[in-house]
C-alpha cells in the first residue's frame, strides 16, 4: 500500500513538472542605484532557498552585473509561484569615475568600477528589452522619486506591458515618505518595505504572488 | 563656474540667453556642427523639431544627439523619443563613456501625466505620448535645478 502510494505520489510530482504551466517567469529588479534592490534580491532568495544573490554595499553600483537566482519557489496561500530573480545593476545616464574616489578609493580602482559599472546598466537596458517577464521596482523611500531615471524607466517597462511592482524601500528609516512614491507613480500600486529589517516582506510575497504568478 | 543659466519652459518659451546661444556659424544643416563650441565662446544649444527628427531611424536618433551632446551641446528635442529609444540612448551612452572624455548624460523631459489614459489603439497605432518636450546635454556641462510637470529649470556650464 505504501509502495502504490509513493508510486503514486512520484507520478503525480512528475506529472505536475511535465504538465506546469510554463518556465518560471524572469522577474527583473530594477532601479536607481542604492535604492535597495541587492538587499531585496538576498531578501527574498534567503527566505526561500536559503542562498544569498550578492554583495551589498552603500557604494553606488555594487552590483555591475546582473545576477540571476533561478527557481525561487514563493509559497502563498497554498500555492507556490516559481519565479527567477534577476538582480540588476542600478540605472543611470551618467557615471563618473570620480565620484567613486570619494569612498576611499584609488584612482585606477575607480576607473575600473566606472568602466563595468557602464557595462552593467547597457546589459540591464537589454535584460529589460528582451529578457525579463516582469519587474520588481525598488525607490529609496527617502529621496524624491521625481527622477527622470524613474519617469523613464516606467515609461519603458509600461511600454512593453510588462507588470510592475513599485516597491518604496527603506521605510525603516526616519526620512521615509511613502506617500511621495505613491504620489510619483499613481497609476502603479505602491508598496513599502523595509528589505534591511525584513518589515512588511508578507504584503511583498502577496503582490509578487499576485502579480508575477 | 556657470557661462550661462537655460529656464527651458515649454509654455512659455522662456529661454533666452544673454551669452549669444544659437549663433550657430556654419551649420552644414546636419544637425552636427563639430566646430560649434571651438571659439569656447558660448554653449550651442540645438533646438530639432519634430519633423526632422521625424524621418530618421531610432538610431540615427540617437547617433544625432550623442555626437551633438559629445561636442559639448545641448539638444532640445522638440518631440523626445519613445520609451524604447530612450532604454536604446542610456545603453548606447553607457558604451560611449571614457574616464576623462565623457561622463554620460543629463536628460530631462516632462514627466509623462497621461500615461494611464493612453489607449489600447493608441499604443497600437504607435501613438506612444512620445511628444514631449527633452533637453539633454552632457553630464558634466547640464545640471538641473529643478524639474516639476510643467518646469524644468537648467544650469548650463561650459566644459
Do not use: C
Not at chain 1, 56 to 74: L, W
Not at chain 2, 87 to 99: F, Q
Not at chain 2, 113 to 119: C, E, K, M, R, V
Not at chain 2, 133 to 142: D, F, R, S
Amino acid at each position: 500500500m505504501g509502495l502504490l502510494t509513493n508510486l503514486k505520489d512520484s507520478i503525480s510530482k512528475v506529472s505536475d513538472r511535465l504538465f506546469a504551466d510554463e518556465e518560471p517567469k524572469r522577474i527583473g529588479i530594477y532601479g536607481p542605484p542604492n535604492a535597495g534592490k541587492t538587499t531585496l534580491a538576498n531578501r527574498i532568495a534567503r527566505d526561500w532557498t536559503g542562498d544569498a544573490v550578492g554583495p551589498e554595499s552603500h557604494v553606488p553600483h555594487e552590483t555591475r552585473r546582473a545576477r540571476r537566482k533561478e527557481g525561487v519557489e514563493i509559497e502563498r496561500n497554498g500555492r507556490t509561484v516559481t519565479i527567477d530573480i534577476v538582480d540588476t545593476p542600478g540605472v543611470t545616464t551618467k557615471v563618473d569615475y570620480k565620484e567613486f574616489l570619494d569612498h576611499d578609493m584609488e584612482k585606477d580602482d575607480a576607473v575600473r568600477r566606472s568602466r563595468e559599472a557602464t557595462e552593467g546598466v547597457a546589459e540591464a537596458m537589454h535584460w529589460l528589452r528582451e529578457d525579463v517577464d516582469g519587474v520588481i521596482y525598488v525607490l529609496d523611500s527617502t529621496t524624491d522619486p521625481f527622477t527622470q531615471v524613474n519617469t523613464m524607466l516606467i515609461g519603458i517597462i509600461e511600454s512593453q506591458d510588462l507588470p510592475v511592482l513599485i516597491l518604496a524601500n527603506k521605510t525603516d528609516l526616519p526620512e521615509s515618505n511613502i506617500q511621495r512614491v505613491a504620489n510619483a507613480f499613481p497609476q502603479h500600486e505602491t508598496i513599502p518595505l523595509s528589505a534591511l529589517e525584513g518589515d512588511n516582506m508578507d504584503e511583498v510575497y502577496d503582490k509578487i504572488a499576485e502579480y508575477f504568478g | 563656474m556657470p557661462e550661462a543659466t537655460s529656464n527651458v519652459d515649454g509654455g512659455d518659451g522662456i529661454g533666452d540667453d544673454p551669452d549669444g546661444i544659437g549663433d550657430d556659424p556654419g551649420d552644414d544643416g546636419s544637425g552636427n556642427d563639430s566646430g560649434g563650441n571651438d571659439d569656447g565662446n558660448g554653449v550651442r544649444i540645438d533646438l530639432i523639431s519634430g519633423a526632422r527628427m521625424e524621418g530618421l531611424t531610432g538610431m540615427e536618433k540617437i547617433r544625432l544627439i550623442l555626437d551633438g551632446v559629445r561636442d559639448g551641446n545641448i539638444v532640445i528635442l522638440e518631440e523626445g523619443l519613445s520609451p524604447d529609444e530612450e532604454s536604446k540612448l542610456i545603453e548606447v551612452t553607457m558604451t560611449e563613456i571614457n574616464p576623462d572624455e565623457f561622463s554620460g548624460i543629463e536628460i530631462e523631459t516632462y514627466p509623462k501625466s497621461d500615461a494611464g489614459d493612453q489607449t489600447l489603439l493608441d499604443r497600437l497605432m504607435g501613438r506612444e505620448s512620445a511628444q514631449k518636450l527633452t533637453v539633454i546635454g552632457p553630464a558634466n556641462q547640464l545640471q538641473t535645478l529643478h524639474k516639476d510637470e510643467t518646469l524644468i529649470s537648467a544650469l548650463v556650464s561650459r566644459k
